[in-house]
């Protein structure tokens, strides 16, 4: 019996060990893709090129991505809190059970470089994304078929609260991202980068060695320097120091008709620089085209350089032009290049100096009204709402607040039952006792009754 309890003490650390574990994977995992949706239903469009899949639209490329990333979360959050144990971890291993496979199949030919798990957040290779699987498909195996042993944090009766935030807290997260930019930036062209190191390689740093024998001695010096005469030189050898790095952005280039790159031009610049990214013209939204109109001529004002870049083709550009009353140029860019710097059709950057310091959505592009009121003549100083909700220490916040509060509900709902129950059950046996009490005072009256008439007779 004891080593039976034991063994059991044992499965179940295991099993609530594994159950964290991949929490935490799908947490994260689905938290980062939810950050960048647009980035995700780019990913998947990678996919269906690689595996042959053609005239997938890219709103259902979309709505596939948020689906994907909320379905992590939600399913990370109900095992981090142990609840929903039977749907939840047959889904977990469902899941593992069709991307295990399907990741040995993508490290097998590798039509995918980065296969995306956790978005631009960490880059992982093909055959490291396939080991990862393997091990939480193990986990997702063991937590399925000992689930009962999972520790809950709450409820049955309260469950359904963790459910609702999880589903509101994802959903929330997504739609601001999509509806101005992600909350969280992780790609090159975050607020604060600076373009000028990031569009350059980093060479790698060697040293040489070089060796002196004497009298069977041998000795290294860092310098080509003799001892003295009597050494013989036996040679060098060059070692590598660090690691060189490539690029962080390849193709940072802006073309005119004439093959012209702007791009040296925009870095080289010490001052501000509008940079409006239309990565498909034929897509972009034209619903506040006025506003960028006006930052172009709030610009010419004040002699601020001013760039439009897109991947369109001339036509279509001096179509939208003429539809659009736009007076500015657009040079071309990459595609991949222009929806990595903004997830927005259309966006703009805001360079100083080769340092991005703004950065918007068209929806949330400063009005030149607040652009003419900041002192530095360029609305790096301008907020809006979305600017308060940015930032990853923020939405931690909101995620561990609200459960922490779920969990003091459920505490109290269990303690205000347990007290009613309580009381409940005192005034149940008081209403026993007393009828206990009624039916033996009868009992003895009966008795009485009776030994008077036995006396009587």
Not at 105 to 123: E, K, Q, Y
Not at 127 to 133: C, D, L, R
Not at 225 to 235: E, K
């Amino acid at each position: 019996m004891v080593l039976s309890s034991k063994k059991r003490a044992v499965t179940a650390l295991l099993v609530n060990i594994s159950r964290l574990l991949l929490a935490a994977v799908l947490l994260v995992s689905g938290f980062v893709k939810a950050v960048d949706p647009m980035g995700l239903s780019y990913k998947l469009g990678d996919y269906a090129a690689a595996f042959g899949v053609v005239g997938i639209d890219d709103g259902w490329l979309l709505f596939a991505a948020t689906m994907l990333s909320a379905a992590e979360f939600v399913l990370g959050v109900l095992l981090l809190m142990g609840v929903y144990k039977r749907v939840v971890t047959v889904l977990v291993f469902i899941f593992f059970l069709f991307f295990t496979p399907f990741t040995f199949i993508l490290a097998l030919w590798n039509p995918v470089r980065d296969c995306g798990c956790f978005g631009d957040a960490f880059t992982m290779s093909n055959w490291a994304t396939f080991g990862k699987n393997v091990v939480l498909f193990l986990f997702a195996t063991m937590c399925c078929f000992k689930r009962r042993l999972f520790v809950r944090k709450v409820s049955r009766v309260n469950r359904w609260m963790v459910l609702l935030f999880s589903i509101c807290y994802i959903s929330l997260l997504e739609g601001v991202s999509l509806m101005h930019l992600p909350v969280i930036d992780f790609r090159p062209f975050y607020v604060g980068s600076d373009l000028r190191a990031a569009v350059e390689d980093v060479p790698a740093v060697h040293k040489y060695i070089y060796r002196f024998e004497k009298g069977g001695q041998v000795m290294e010096f860092d310098e080509f320097t003799y001892p003295d005469s009597t050494w013989n030189y036996l040679g060098s050898q060059s070692l590598t120091v660090e690691m060189g790095k490539p690029a962080k952005v390849s193709d940072f280039a802006f073309l005119d008709a004439d093959g012209e790159d702007y791009a040296p031009q925009i870095l080289a610049d010490t001052g501000y620089v509008c940079l409006v990214v239309m990565s498909s013209i034929e897509k972009a939204d034209e619903s506040r085209v006025d506003k960028i109109n006006d930052m172009y001529d709030y610009c010419l004002e004040k002699e601020i350089p001013f760039y439009a870049a897109s991947s369109s083709d001339e036509d279509i550009i001096e179509e939208w032009r003429k539809r659009t009353g736009a007076e500015y140029s657009v040079l071309w860019a990459d595609e991949v290049m222009l929806k990595t710097i903004v997830r927005a059709n259309p966006g703009m950057l805001l360079i100083k100096d080769g340092t991005v310091v703004g950065k918007w959505n068209v929806a949330d592009l400063p009005s030149v009204e607040k652009s003419a009121l900041s002192s530095t003549g360029m609305p790096d100083k301008a907020r809006s709402v979305y600017s308060y909700i940015r930032g990853w220490n923020r939405w931690i916040v909101l995620f561990i607040v609200p459960l922490f509060i779920i969990m003091f509900i459920d505490l109290v709902t269990a303690a205000v039952k347990w007290i009613l129950h309580y009381f409940g059950r005192d005034s149940k046996d008081e209403d026993v006792a007393e009828a206990d009490n009624g039916e033996s005072s009868e009992n003895k009256e009966k008795e009485t009754i009776d030994l008077n008439n036995n006396t009587n007779l």
